[in-house]
């Protein structure tokens, strides 16, 4: 094949790949295109997981109607007149590539007016053809992209599904709502509202809003000031982290700003994690949001297409700086010291949250029975449930080690038993019981419990409703991201309801979203904690229980639920052999 020049067309559709990997990335390019315009409120529509539909409003200057030519043009931008300019950008567009590159690929509509004209444009792009026309508009600039990558079919094949999707715009408007609190940020998905700041300036109430009050209440404020003497460059860095109790198995939650821009650095990531040393179990990550900023000749941002990575004059000083920022911060919260080992499933700790409200007392279907919201160690009466047949021998309990282990003695030697492990089995299987015999019973409160979540929980939450129904939850949509908790299972007597929510949808979240995965969520985020110290009766009744359970080896999530030592092995341990 000959040599040749690329027609303008292709040439526009390699460039908008570049560009544009999803719907999230056309969603960031103009956000962005919004914040260099001064805009003090951006809104963002999309249906269809953004296949279908993305709108960006935003009420900054505006493009003047002599310039409007220019606006789907590739490299024509007002933000960049010299090379030179490159060393100390001050926007976060630069390569004028994003209307052009956004309308290779879709359907592309401009209504926009400068802020002193009297008078707005609307423009069209619909297969390279620009159409241009006057009309009365705000000031500002509306941007929609309809049927995305409807001439590029390769590129729709490899999209996820609209939840995906959905999500990963939610997190790119959370992260510039982060970055720039000053900003009112809205986002509706499908005709719901899903996120709304204020514009305030307080970085705390929009990091409650982006992560839900709930998760707030445990993180920390950060900051701190470095130097980077070589070049007579400050590094400030200000922000929230996790207190070590709330961790997740991802480190996806790390959430990182240079300068105003969302970054993806592992070195940075790296920093945040190591000021975690000896305060997380292994495999463990932090939750962070960390807005670092330096002079703009300190930092180069036209590394990577998407200008999703910077690179550093000095980047061991950074390095530094972030993790001295994020120690200090520990330290100043008194979180100096290694955390205990409370991991659960769901990433999760006993100690996950403090709530300051009490919670409601539940009452049982049916009955006038109130239950004690400080017992957390419910276990039902063993003589409500019929004969089953016995899958372990006749244990005996004999104490507990670690308020995590319970001891016990057989005929066989001695067993260590896992309390969380074994009462997450024990759980599992009654539910399921419950289940095939259509008999779930529900705790309800006469006066309700709100639950605040984040825009990503409560969406998820929607999803899954008829699945918590199932299980015996009666939860209804109280307000944006609020619901009002009227009933819960029996099972979950005792357990913080936000807390029981949240473990929920984490485990569900990494699921198929069945009523199985339900059933494993529900009996993992209303086990026994470890950490938690049992009376003998209780202990009891918990081996009791697991004797008769299918499966007492391991628990739904495969964890392993007992050791055994026979007594041949403790002899040869103590050289009696």
Known sequence: ??????????????????????????????????????????????????????????????????????????????????????????????RGEALASLAAVSQATIITRHRHEPMGVMM??????????PIGAPAGTVVTIEHLFYNTPARLKFLKNDSTEKRHIHWVVARYAMA?????????????????????GDLADVVATAFG???????????????????????????????????????????????????????LSHAVIQAYDGLLK?????LAVLLIVTPTDFVDVNVHPTKAEVRFRDPQQVFLAAQRAVREGLQASGESRPAPDLWSESGFTDEYLDYARPEPNWQRFGTDELFDDGDLSYIPDLAEQPAKPRTLPVLRVVGQVGAT???????????????????????????????????????????????????????????????????????????????????LPTCAKGVNVADLFLRMLERLRRSNCELSDGVAALASAAALRRGQILPEDEMRGL?????????????????????????????????RG
Do not use: W
Request: include cysteine; charge should be negative; proline fraction near 4%.
């Open 213 to 267: 009050l709930q998760t707030f209440k445990n993180m920390v404020p950060v900051t701190g000031v470095d130097e980077a003497r070589a070049y007579r460059a400050r590094i400030s860095v200000e922000g929230f982290i996790s207190r070590p109790e709330l961790n997740r198995a991802r480190r996806d939650r790390i959430i990182l700003f240079v300068n105003g821009r969302a970054i993806q650095d592992s070195a």
């Open 124 to 133: 069209k792009s619909i297969d390279g053809i620009i159409q241009h026309q």
């Open 1 to 94: 094949m000959p040599i040749q020049v690329l027609p303008d067309d292709v040439v526009a559709r390699i460039a908008a790949g570049e560009a544009v990997e999803r719907p999230a990335s056309a969603v960031k390019e103009l956000i962005e295109n919004a914040i260099d315009a001064g805009a003090t409120s951006v809104h963002v529509e999309v249906s269809g997981g953004g296949r279908r539909l993305l709108r960006v409003s935003d009420n900054g200057t505006g493009i003047r109607s002599d310039e409007t030519e220019l606006a789907f043009k590739r490299h024509a931008t007002s933000k960049l007149r010299s090379a030179e300019e490159l060393q100390a950008l001050k926007t976060l567009g630069f």
């Open 180 to 200: 720039y609190p000053g900003i009112s940020f809205v986002l509706k998905q499908d005709g719901r509202e899903r996120l709304h700041t204020s514009g305030s």
């Open 405 to 487: 282990y319970i001891v016990s003695e057989g005929p066989a030697g001695m067993y260590l038993i896992d309390q969380n492990a074994a009462h997450e089995r024990i759980l599992y299987e009654e539910i399921c019981e419950e289940l095939a015999a259509d008999r779930i019973a529900s705790l309800r409160s006469d006066e309700s419990q709100t639950l605040l979540l984040s825009p990503q929980d409560a969406e998820l939450l929607e999803k899954v409703g008829g699945i918590f129904s199932a299980l015996g939850f009666e939860v209804e949509v109280f307000g944006p991201n609020t619901f009002a908790v009227r009933a």
């Open 282 to 286: 292994t495999g463990s990550f932090p």
């Open 543 to 575: 081996i009791t229980k697991l004797e008769r359970c299918p499966n007492p080896l391991t628990s739904p999530s495969g964890r392993r639920v007992l050791i055994h030592l026979s007594s041949e092995q403790l002899a040869e341990e103590f050289g």
